[in-house]
């Protein structure tokens, strides 16, 4: 018989077009030990060997955290024994939802099934499998909806495999080389963009791949190899945007899509074959954690720039990196989310997309972490250290939900999921949000109004501008006679060096504005009693400008004489011009949807503060935000009258 290696080699020969497919992002793209497939474990293999299924059992019994874990995903195993099958639609090109969908079927049913022996949990899953496998194609056109039914497949496959009889497991197979892998070489043909993708879609189609690769190997062992070869190196596009410090350029929520699909991948990687191949040591790839920390606002929210939302969702790559640097910090948060997220299920029957993988954080978790009371998460100020979307964070403090918090953004709206928000901010101080981002909306409006095919084109006159949230009419930035930011105009972002300033950083927002100003800065600083300073300094050209400054706000506003007093949930800030005394403030009204395809915003308003500079002047706005019972009667702050270019 020939050996599982010979028959992969004799493949890879007829088939030359592997080797060039996927050009890997580096000269030392990851790549298997030559001997690695010859010995291929039985299943289950995916994340969790026999072994560790028989001390999850056990876990799950003397562990208070394991057990918290599993008590969640068995409430939703039996809430989906209640509810329809999804019954796929045959038509139709994105079935993304769908298929996340069945993937935390599939994967939670699976997992209960392994861990209690309830048949009933066991024949639900088939019936979800058995759907999964007869829908006729698993939409190759929008290949992220292809890797999730793969990557839901996989798990099914790969957990159940010694209970689904023989046909069974040649259905489940079949359908995941002929409308998976398979379809990814068509795409390969085709050289479709996520094969070199830095963005979400990188590692998810990738990673999801891999998975159905290495659930079938043994039936394809050419195939798989192939499969994953590529996948090596295919995510090494992704794992340099990550560098320096492991900030994610599409903001927090596509870095949990992502992000948990990398670590998928390599952790498949070492329960098949004992090595992750160094998937985690790009730089930045193990402070890409800490990032994610620091995107969590201290009401629990996240700093929501680009196609990001404020809220919270539950990332089991937390619990990986938990277990790899031995950091209960790193899991904290998602571990605070279960209470929670457990009411909710309970409540309404949903099913939450982000919490599909849920099963993973039970594998992750480590139960020997423990508490570390008193221990520092984070640095107070942090920055992204450059990066392709340069970004920063300031807060008062770790632990309190009333502490205050600035999240800067700089870099360019021309970049995967971006928004117009060169040098927009965020704050958040005694548990309100006050100057706010409001993410993404809906992508089903633009798509109904006939926008399907602006969404993602981020040339400067794409119609993506003109949705309001990623427009910059909903950004809290600097505007020069109602100018539009140049998409391609990268602003970098340095901390601050005067003693002075202590914590702060500055924006060099020049290149978006280039032609409607000379220079163009913006500088913010967290002081030690919790007021943020705001510095924005400017020099006109050959003509002369109408300055705006833009705050987003849910606030009710009421105008002063030198600035505005925001009031929410019984909460106070005051925002107070220092200069010029010229400035003029106004509140606008921004609660309707100002287009079709746009959301209404109940509540919103812009406060809008407007300064004119005559041209090849140099012109100035500095303001002070206070939150709570601070006055404007503050002893005086050399801050205030210093200039960008010496902080």
């Not at 870095?255 to 948990?260: E, H, M």
């Not at 709570?628 to 960008?644: K, Q, S």
Request: proline share 8%; with cysteine; aromatic share 8%.
């Amino acid at each position: 018989m020939i050996s599982f290696l010979s028959a992969a080699r004799a493949f890879l020969l007829l088939c030359p077009l592997f080797l060039t497919s996927v050009a890997p992002a580096s000269s030392a793209a990851p790549a298997l030990p030559d001997d690695a497939w010859i010995r291929l474990p039985p299943h289950p293999r995916l994340f969790a060997r026999p072994e560790k299924w028989s001390a999850l059992k056990t876990q799950n019994t003397t562990d208070a955290v394991s057990r918290r874990m599993f008590a969640l995903i068995r409430e939703r195993a039996e809430i989906l024994l209640t509810l329809p099958s999804l019954d796929l639609p045959e038509k139709g090109l994105n079935l993304h939802g769908p298929m996340r969908q069945m993937q935390g079927r599939i994967a939670v049913l699976a997992m209960t099934y392994r861990l209690t022996g309830e048949t009933r949990l066991l024949a639900r899953a088939r019936v979800e499998m058995k759907e999964l496998a007869e829908t006729p194609h698993w939409r190759p056109g929008h290949f992220l909806s292809c890797a999730e039914a793969t990557t839901a497949m996989a798990l099914g496959l790969d957990w159940l495999y010694d209970e689904l009889t023989p046909a069974e497991r040649d259905a489940c197979a079949r359908a995941i080389i002929e409308k998976g892998l398979k379809e990814s070489l068509a795409a390969e043909v085709r050289k479709e963009s996520w094969l070199t993708s830095g963005g979400n879609w990188g590692p998810v189609c990738h990673g999801g791949m891999a998975l159905g690769a290495l659930a079938v190997a043994e039936r394809e062992p050419a195939l798989a190899q192939r499969i994953v070869a590529r996948s090596l190196a295919g995510v090494a596009y992704a794992a340099a945007k990550y560098a320096p410090a492991g900030a994610h350029s599409e903001g927090p929520g596509y870095w949990a899509y992502g992000t948990n699909f990398y670590f998928m991948f390599a952790d498949a990687l070492r329960t098949v074959f004992g090595t992750t191949c160094d998937l985690e040591k790009p730089p930045g790839l193990l402070r890409t954690g800490d990032y994610n920390l620091q995107m969590t606002t201290p009401t629990g929210t996240m700093f929501s720039y680009g196609d990001s939302v404020p809220e919270f969702g539950y990332e089991p790559v937390m619990f990986w990196f938990a277990r790899e640097l031995r950091g209960y910090y790193l899991a904290a948060p998602t571990l605070d989310r279960l209470e929670p997220m457990c009411a909710m299920l309970v409540s309404d029957r949903a099913e939450p997309d982000a919490s599909r993988l849920q099963p993973l954080g039970l594998i992750w978790w480590d139960p020997t972490l423990r508490p570390e009371p008193g221990k520092i998460v984070g640095p107070l100020t942090w920055w992204s250290e450059g990066g392709p979307q340069p970004q920063a964070v300031m807060r008062s403090s770790w632990g309190d939900p009333r502490a205050t918090y600035v999240g800067i953004k700089a870099g360019q709206p021309a970049s995967g999921h971006g928004h117009m928000d060169t040098g927009s901010f965020i704050l958040e101080s005694r548990g309100v949000r006050w100057a706010v981002d409001l993410g993404r909306d809906s992508y089903a409006l633009p798509r109904r109004h006939g926008l399907g095919d602006e969404l993602f084109r981020e040339t400067q006159e794409s119609k993506r501008w003109s949705i309001f949230t990623n427009g910059p009419d909903s950004h809290n930035i600097l505007r020069f006679n109602g100018s539009v930011p140049w998409v391609v105009g990268k602003a970098e972002l340095r901390p601050a060096q005067h003693p002075a300033v202590l914590s702060g950083f500055v924006a060099d927002l020049t290149p978006a504005y280039t032609g409607y100003v000379q220079t163009a800065q913006r500088g913010l600083s967290l002081r030690a009693d919790q007021r943020l300073v705001i510095r924005d300094e400017w020099t006109t050209g050959d003509r002369g400008s109408l300055v705006s400054a833009q705050w987003m706000t849910y606030a009710k506003v009421t105008l002063e004489k030198a600035g505005a007093l925001l009031e929410q949930n019984g909460e106070t800030l005051r925002l107070r011009i220092v200069s010029p005394a010229s400035a003029h403030v106004a509140v606008e009204d921004w609660s309707k949807a100002p287009n079709l395809w746009d959301s209404p915003r109940p509540g919103l308003s812009r406060i809008v503060i407007r300064v004119g500079t005559a041209a090849k002047s140099p012109g100035e706005l500095v303001l002070v935000a206070e939150p709570g019972e601070l006055t404007a009667a503050a002893p005086a702050d050399p801050i205030l009258t210093l200039p960008l270019e010496q902080w």
